[in-house]
T-cell receptor, first 114, second 112 residues
Framework: EPEVTQTPSHQVTQMGQEVILRCVPI?????FYWYRQILGQKVEFLVS????????KSEIFDDQFSVERPDGSNFTLKIRSTKLEDSAMYFC????????????FGPGTRLTVL | DAKTTQPNSMESNEEEPVHLPCNHS???????IHWYRQLPSQGPEYVIH???SNVNNRMASLAIAEDRKSSTLILHRATLRDAAVYYC?????????????FGKGTKLSVIP
């Protein structure tokens, strides 16, 4: 069964450094998403991406964040100048298209900012 | 998205049916009712969705009240693998948004 994969599973970084979280969505999917979950809190939407551009973003997704689909398979989230409060699980998701299509989530990347 | 209310936690015995309630008294006519779950240390997983009629799939059933102000996710035979946080999410088809807005959900514990 096709699945969304994410690398790395755990990333430790120093405050102020840049990190890139990588995702490989399901191959024929058209919509891509990033969510995050701070430990013990709700899953929060960050951004959605369709047709090579951002289609929606939340207030969390400020200039510190960027997304890219550098080739036909990867979808990345870049966080510049990381802060302690960026420590969270980051989930990538993809869907086939259409409002009712289910979103398939990856296993997440745990980001720890020291 | 319209607001949903779910119990913080529920318990079920293994192999028993589980009824997970969700109240959404401010639901609009274009809101679809979606359920996702999150197993421990995993990403969320789609369970089921519906608009007005009851729905069944291989994972669960969704019973929607006639006035649509509440719904119930039914797991017919709970297994240990069903222990998870279950999220009831309203998605407005008319809003043009594809994002999922998660609440705190219901943490289901399954007792062997």
């Amino acid at each position: 069964e096709p699945e969304v994969t994410q690398t790395p599973s755990h990333q430790v970084t120093q405050m102020g450094q840049e990190v890139i979280l990588r995702c490989v969505p399901i191959s024929n999917h058209l919509y891509f998403y990033w969510y995050r979950q701070i430990l013990g809190q709700k899953v929060e939407f960050l951004v959605s991406f369709y047709n090579n551009e951002i289609s929606e973003k939340s207030e969390i997704f400020d200039d510190q964040f960027s997304v890219e689909r550098p080739d036909g398979s990867n979808f990345t989230l870049k966080i510049r100048s990381t802060k302690l409060e960026d420590s969270a699980m980051y989930f990538c998701a993809s869907s086939g298209g259409g409002f009712l299509n289910e979103q398939f989530f990856g296993p997440g990347t745990r980001l720890t900012v020291l | 998205d319209a607001k949903t209310t779910q119990p913080n936690s529920m318990e079920s015995n293994e192999e028993e049916p589980v009824h997970l309630p969700c109240n959404h008294s401010t639901i609009s006519g274009t809101d679809y009712i979606h359920w996702y779950r999150q197993l421990p240390s995993q990403g969320p997983e789609y369970v089921i969705h519906g608009l007005t009629s009851n729905v069944n799939n291989r994972m669960a059933s969704l019973a929607i009240a006639e006035d649509r102000k509440s719904s119930t996710l039914i797991l017919h035979r709970a297994t240990l693998r069903d222990a998870a946080v279950y999220y009831c999410i309203l998605r407005d088809r008319g809003a043009g948004s594809y994002q999922l807005t998660f609440g705190k959900g219901t943490k289901l514990s399954v007792i062997p």
